[in-house]
C-alpha cells in the first residue's frame, strides 16, 4: 500500500503565504517526480512539478511566487506560496509519480488541501 498524506492549506489574506507538504509512505522502492496540482470548479492544472534530478518546472502564473522542493530523504514535497492572490484559490492534490514494490511504476494522488486567499 502506498500513501500520500497532505498539510498545509488554509485561508490566508491576499499577498500571505503558506506552505503545503506532501509525504508519501508505503512500500515504495523509488520515487520519480513529485508535483502538486490544483483543482478550482471545473478545472485541474499543474503547479509546479519536481523530478529525481531536482529539475523544477511551473506554470506560468505561479512563476517567481511559488516554489517547490523535496526531501528524498523523508519521501516528501514541499511547495512554498508567497505573494498569495484570490485566483490562486483552489483544492491543491500532491502526485506523486513512483515504482510501488510489487505492483511498477504507479500514479499516486493525495486526499487534498484546501488553500482560500481571501481578505
Known amino acids: 500500500q502506498v500513501q500520500l498524506v497532505e498539510s498545509g492549506g488554509g485561508l490566508v489574506q491576499p499577498g500571505g503565504s503558506l506552505r503545503l507538504s506532501c509525504t508519501a509512505s508505503?512500500?515504495?522502492?523509488?520515487?520519480?517526480?513529485m508535483g502538486w496540482y490544483r483543482q478550482a470548479p471545473g478545472k485541474q492544472r499543474l503547479v509546479a512539478i519536481i523530478?529525481?534530478?531536482?529539475?523544477?518546472q511551473y506554470t506560468d502564473s505561479v512563476k517567481g511566487r511559488f516554489t517547490i522542493s523535496r526531501d528524498g530523504a523523508k519521501n516528501t514535497v514541499y511547495l512554498q506560496m508567497n505573494n498569495l492572490k484570490p485566483e490562486d484559490t483552489a483544492v491543491y492534490y500532491c502526485?506523486?509519480?513512483?515504482?510501488?514494490?510489487?505492483?511498477?511504476?504507479?500514479?499516486?494522488w493525495g486526499q487534498g488541501t484546501q488553500v482560500t486567499v481571501s481578505s
Open positions: 502526485n506523486a509519480d513512483l515504482w510501488h514494490i510489487g505492483v511498477g511504476r504507479t500514479d499516486y
Open positions: 508505503g512500500n515504495i522502492f523509488t520515487i520519480y517526480n
Open positions: 523530478s529525481d534530478d531536482d529539475s523544477t
